[in-house]
C-alpha cells in the first residue's frame, strides 16, 4: 500500500504576525482509518507514516525529493493574504466610514 503525501505551507498561528518566510511540508495522509482502543477508549493506527513531517526550504525540492523516492503527492499552493496598510491617523479623520464607538 502506497502512502500518498501532501505538500503545502502550514499557515501561521494567531501568536504570528509576521511576514517572514515559512517553509514547506511534506506529510503523508493517513493510509488507514484510526482504530478505537476496547479497553482506554485511545485512538491508534497502525499507519506510522502518518507521524513523519519533513520540512523544506523551497516547493521544489519537495517535490524533488517526492519524485526521487517515488512518493506520490499533491502540492496546496498557498493562500497568501493581503495586508491593508493604514495610518493610525487615519482614526480620526473627520470622513472616516465607521461610526464612532465613544
Same mark, same amino acid.
Do not use: C
Given at each position: 500500500?502506497?502512502?500518498? +503525501? #501532501?505538500?503545502?505551507? /502550514?499557515?501561521?498561528?494567531?501568536?504570528? $504576525?509576521?511576514?517572514? =518566510?515559512?517553509?514547506?511540508? @511534506?506529510? *503523508?495522509?493517513?493510509?488507514? +482509518? #484510526?482504530?478505537?482502543? /476496547?479497553?482506554?477508549?485511545?485512538?491508534? $493506527?497502525?499507519?506510522? =507514516?502518518?507521524?513523519?513531517? @519533513?520540512? *523544506?526550504?523551497?516547493?521544489?525540492?519537495?517535490?524533488?525529493?517526492?519524485?526521487?523516492?517515488?512518493?506520490?503527492?499533491?502540492?496546496?499552493?498557498?493562500?497568501?493574504?493581503?495586508?491593508?496598510?493604514?495610518?493610525?491617523?487615519?482614526?480620526?479623520?473627520?470622513?472616516?466610514?465607521?461610526?464612532?464607538?465613544?
Amino acid at each position: 500500500m502506497t502512502a500518498f +503525501a #501532501r505538500i503545502y505551507k /502550514p499557515a501561521r498561528n494567531a501568536m504570528q $504576525s509576521g511576514t517572514a =518566510r515559512r517553509r514547506w511540508l @511534506l506529510q *503523508f495522509e493517513s493510509g488507514r +482509518a #484510526r482504530e478505537i482502543d /476496547p479497553l482506554m477508549g485511545w485512538t491508534s $493506527s497502525a499507519d506510522t =507514516r502518518q507521524q513523519l513531517r @519533513l520540512w *523544506f526550504d523551497t516547493k521544489e525540492e519537495a517535490i524533488e525529493y517526492a519524485t526521487r523516492e517515488g512518493i506520490p503527492f499533491r502540492v496546496e499552493e498557498p493562500h497568501e493574504s493581503r495586508r491593508r496598510i493604514i495610518s493610525y491617523s487615519d482614526n480620526f479623520k473627520f470622513n472616516r466610514v465607521g461610526a464612532w464607538t465613544h
